[in-house]
């Protein structure tokens, strides 16, 4: 299977995050696809304010929006579903730095997968690649 990192520059602190998701999704057996092939996966960092889709080909590609907050959202789903919708995905993460990150599905539901101290940004990657 492969994935492509799509979308918005990263800037902090979701930077850190995408660039461990990126080497979770290779330990995991994903390999970034090359040229024209369409991914399986792919990771849309997008703008809260602006979220633009990832313009897929195939309906076998797999779109996660990721967006960052500052604080945890007093309502994840109100916060992460219009996300999800104006950026045409099928999953959107809502990154908020030392809580984890929230997903939010086309089915309205929505989970914390938290960060531990122990385990720092690399086992919160491992995990939400494990819940993708």
Excluded: C, K
């Amino acid at each position: 299977m492969s994935f492509v990192i799509s979308g918005a520059t990263p800037a902090r602190p979701i930077a850190a995050l995408v660039d461990a998701l990126a080497g979770a999704l290779e330990r995991a057996g994903f390999e970034t696809a090359q040229g024209d092939d369409e991914p399986e996966l792919v990771v849309n960092v997008v703008d809260r304010e602006r979220p633009r889709p990832y313009r897929r080909r195939s309906r076998g590609t797999f779109v996660a929006a990721l967006h960052a907050l500052d604080a945890a959202p007093s309502d994840p789903l109100r916060e992460g579903y219009p996300i999800l919708v104006r950026a045409l995905a099928n999953v959107s993460l809502t990154y908020v730095p030392g809580d984890g990150v929230w997903f939010t599905t086309l089915e309205r539901g929505s989970y914390l997968v938290p960060e531990t101290e122990a385990g720092g940004i690399h086992a919160l990657a491992d995990a939400v690649v494990a819940r993708l």
